[in-house]
């Protein structure tokens, strides 16, 4: 009776399972962050974690062999460790671009607030160094993904997300509001016009068009060396790239 329900779940899992499209409506359009991509799965991930394994967050990583691999509410693509969820990149379009300036030093009324004891903070290297630091800025009124999830569980981590890129504590990457609806079609690995939605390991998914070739990670955590593959990329969309 036991494998029957576990079966009988597994079915109803697979049944919610459905094309998607979901769009994040920008607060004041700036966002922080070199990368044009903002891949949700990393997005979604970062919210699994926060509600399931809240004590993780903000901890140093020790252990690079034994990272948890959040369960998303998502398909998953690919074979053996080459596997990567059926999600696409960021493909709204690039309205600007800018870059500005932010300082940093250590303010010595902080100091009572330090854990270790030190006789002398270094602000010349290390976590103290003070200097002048360029932050890209990217303008978007909206970040749009296709996946191919359940539309429910991926709403509810969605809602827990309210700034996307670098510097949200300065007020960039405010999100307004999460739409995830039905989509007709399945545009998380490729777009209606046949090319790519998002990176996939060369072998893998063979597009029919030519793309860039590069190092890129398939799956969050995505600054962890070991996930880069060598992949097919999609194309960036910018405004300057739609006036005729």
């Known amino acids: 009776m036991r494998n029957f329900l576990t ?27 070199n990368d044009p991509w903002f891949p949700l799965d990393s997005l979604l991930a970062a919210s699994w974690f926060r509600i399931n394994h809240p004590e993780l967050i903000g ?29 696409s990149f960021n493909r709204s379009v690039k309205l ?3 870059v500005k300036y932010y300082h940093k030093r250590f303010d010595d ?43 429910q569980s991926v709403q509810e981590l ?5 700034h996307i890129g670098k510097k949200p504590s300065q007020g960039f990457g405010a999100v307004d509001e999460w739409i995830v609806e039905p989509w007709p079609e399945d545009w998380s690995v490729f777009e209606e016009n046949g090319k790519l939605s998002r990176a996939v390991p060369v072998g893998s998914i063979e597009p029919e068009t030519k793309h860039v070739i590069a190092m890129y ?9 070991s996930r880069q593959r060598l992949c097919y ?11 005729p």
């Open 233 to 243: 990329m999609p194309e960036a969309k910018n405004a300057h790239d739609l006036v």
């Open 217 to 225: 990670p398939i799956r969050p955590p995505y600054w962890l060396f």
């Open 109 to 151: 009324y902080l100091e009572q607030y330090l854990i270790e004891k030190v006789k002398k903070i270094d602000v010349q290297r290390g976590k103290y160094k003070a200097g002048r630091f360029p932050l890209t800025v990217q303008l978007f009124d909206r970040f749009v993904w296709y996946a191919v999830g359940d539309q």
């Open 7 to 33: 079966f009988f779940k597994k079915k109803l899992e697979v049944f919610k399972i459905k094309p998607l499209r979901i769009t994040a409506i920008l607060q004041d359009g700036r966002v922080a962050g």
């Open 59 to 87: 901890t140093p990583i020790t252990n690079f062999d034994s990272i948890i691999e959040p369960d998303l509410p998502l398909k998953k693509l690919g074979q053996g460790d080459g596997w990567f969820w059926a999600c």
């Open 96 to 98: 600007g671009e800018y």
């Open 158 to 162: 969605c809602n827990r997300i309210t």
